[in-house]
Every structure is written in C-alpha cells, then in structure tokens.
C-alpha cells in the first residue's frame, strides 16, 4: 500500500488523510488550545474520496497518522457498461474498470474515446475529471 505519514498538526484543509481505513480529503481545521492537562488538540472533519462520507478526527498535534500517496495517471475511456467505465491506461496500455464518478458534471461527460485523469490510491482507482 502507498501510504505516508505526516503529525496530526501539520494536516491543512485540502490535504489527504487515512481515516478508518478510507483515504480522505480535509475540508476542515480546528485546533484546541494546550490545557492543564496535556498537549493542544487537533479536530479534523474530511470527505471519504470514494464514499463522499463526512469522517472526524481528534487527536493531539504530534499525533502520527496515515497520508495517502496519490498517483495520478491519464486514460482512455473505451466502453460504458451500466455504473462502470472501462479504461486504458495510455502509458501502459492496462485496461481495467472503475465506478462512475459520483459527480454529475464528470459522469456526463464521460464516452468512449475521452481522455480521463484517474488516482491510483491505496490500490483503488478512481475518476477524477474529463481532459477537454
């Protein structure tokens, strides 16, 4: 798995997160000042990237936790079968299937013979947008 790590407290809102197992994106910071009884906490609210599921996490600054390394490629849409895309990779020519997006303004775009840029993370793929 293709997994990184970073502390709880450098975490920004638009970076990417492992929370429960999901790779998600932050939408939201707060920090807690240090109490009488411990260090300053750090409260996190991200998106799953594949479900859409609003995630929390709270934990002290220094607190280690998972980053997803996301590897970004270019494909070919080749067929449209039901909730599924089936794609070519144009460097290495793989074809394989992924869920539709859950975003309109992409899935309508999507027919054979578009360019799609797609992320590779934690061995899972998904759409993210239609080259013009």
């Known amino acids: ?17 492992v929370i429960d197992g999901e790779p998600c994106r932050v939408v939201e910071v707060s920090r807690a000042k240090t109490g009488k009884h411990g260090s ?5 609210t991200a998106i799953c ?13 220094g607190q ?3 980053v997803p390394m996301i590897e970004k490629r270019t494909g070919q849409v ?5 909730d599924q895309v089936q794609i070519m990779d144009l460097e ?11 975003d309109p303004a992409v899935a309508n775009k ?3 013979g578009k360019e799609v840029e797609y992320w590779v ?12």
């Open 78 to 82: 080749t067929a449209l079968i039901g």
């Open 49 to 61: 990237l594949f479900s859409g599921a609003r995630k929390t996490l709270v934990g002290p600054v």
């Open 1 to 17: 798995m293709s997994i990184t790590y970073a502390e709880l407290g450098q975490l920004k809102s638009g970076s990417y997160v």
């Open 121 to 132: 993370v934690m061995d899972r793929r998904m759409i993210v947008r239609v080259k013009e």
């Open 40 to 44: 300053a906490k750090v409260h996190l």
């Open 64 to 66: 280690r936790v998972e």
């Open 92 to 102: 290495t020519f793989e074809t394989f299937e992924v869920d539709k997006p859950n």
């Open 110 to 112: 999507l027919g054979p």
